[in-house]
């Protein structure tokens, strides 16, 4: 099984610097499989609790070189809850690469677990009889410190419902759960890799150093 490494977290830096100094990024140095998978983009300022600034992928399986060159600048750059990632925030940021695995059909919603599993959800809005879904990643209901019952809450809300949220309607969720594997890496610790296996710093016009 292919469980997300380091090499995958620094060929998003790459896409993304690439993207800035309208360059080609360097070929990656992990090996091609099919995956779904995850991009997430936070900000760390004066060391206070990463923020997000963007969180986006598939949940349908894709090939993994395409799908985080795709996903490090759509995460990066489109998330429409968030303005685009612009360069002087380069030194702040870290990302984190999420590859998901072992789906199941869950038995209701609550059959899932806090911190080990991811969760898809899938109802119909009573008031306009559509089709809703969405997905919160296995490490977003603990870090939040939620209750099963407030993570699909707020999940339902995500799917883009705004009407009362009723028992009778939790009842009617269809749930998906799933795990995943996860690698973060700072952009300090980004330049230190590139200096360390490419011999030299990378740089970003506009940028300030990696090294602050």
């Not at 999940?155 to 009778?168: C, D, F, P, Q, V």
């Amino acid at each position: 099984m292919v469980s997300a490494n380091r090499e995958m977290v620094v060929y998003c830096f790459d896409t993304l610097l690439a993207h800035y100094n309208s360059e080609q990024a360097p070929p990656p140095a992990f090996d091609e499989g099919q995956h779904p998978l995850f991009v997430t983009w936070k900000k760390v300022v004066n060391g206070l609790e990463p923020r997000l600034r963007g969180c986006i992928g598939t949940l349908e399986a894709r090939c993994l070189i395409n799908g985080f060159k795709d996903y490090a600048l759509t995460s990066a750059l489109r998330d429409r809850r968030f303005p685009p990632i612009q360069v002087k925030e380069l030194p702040y940021l870290e990302c984190t690469v999420s590859i998901l695995t072992d789906y199941e059909t869950a038995l209701h919603y609550l059959d899932w677990e806090i911190g080990k599993h991811g969760i898809i959800i899938e109802f119909t809005d009573p008031d306009y009889n559509t089709r809703q879904n969405a997905t919160y990643l296995p490490e977003v209901a603990a870090h939040e410190g939620w209750t099963k019952m407030e993570t699909i809450d707020s999940l339902m809300r995500k799917a883009g419902y705004n009407g009362t949220i009723t028992e009778s309607l939790r009842k009617r969720i269809h749930l998906t759960r799933y795990r995943s594997t996860i690698f973060t890496m700072h952009y300090s610790d980004y330049i230190s890799y590139v200096k360390t296996t490419r011999g030299a710093a990378t740089s970003v016009v506009g940028a300030k150093p990696g090294n602050h």
